[in-house]
């Protein structure tokens, strides 16, 4: 199992865990498990955030 799908995993896990029922539980969900897949991306090199501060690594 990659990062990324565990950070997905993880994020909708917190979200179901969060809030049930409705619609506030299903953005909160959504939100957690967008947000676990891009930590996911990050840790496995698959996405890079450098380019978002402005500033460049080495």
């Known amino acids: 199992m990659t ?3 565990l950070g997905l995993l993880a994020g909708l896990a917190l979200g179901f865990a969060a809030a049930f029922g409705g619609l ?5 969900v959504l ?3 967008a947000l ?3 930590a996911g991306r990050v ?3 698959k996405l890079d ?3 978002l501060s402005g500033r460049d690594r080495g």
């Open 31 to 33: 939100v957690l498990g």
């Open 3 to 5: 990062h990324t799908q």
């Open 24 to 28: 506030g539980a299903f953005l909160v």
């Open 36 to 38: 676990g897949l891009l």
């Open 49 to 51: 955030l450098s380019q």
């Open 43 to 45: 840790l496995d090199g």
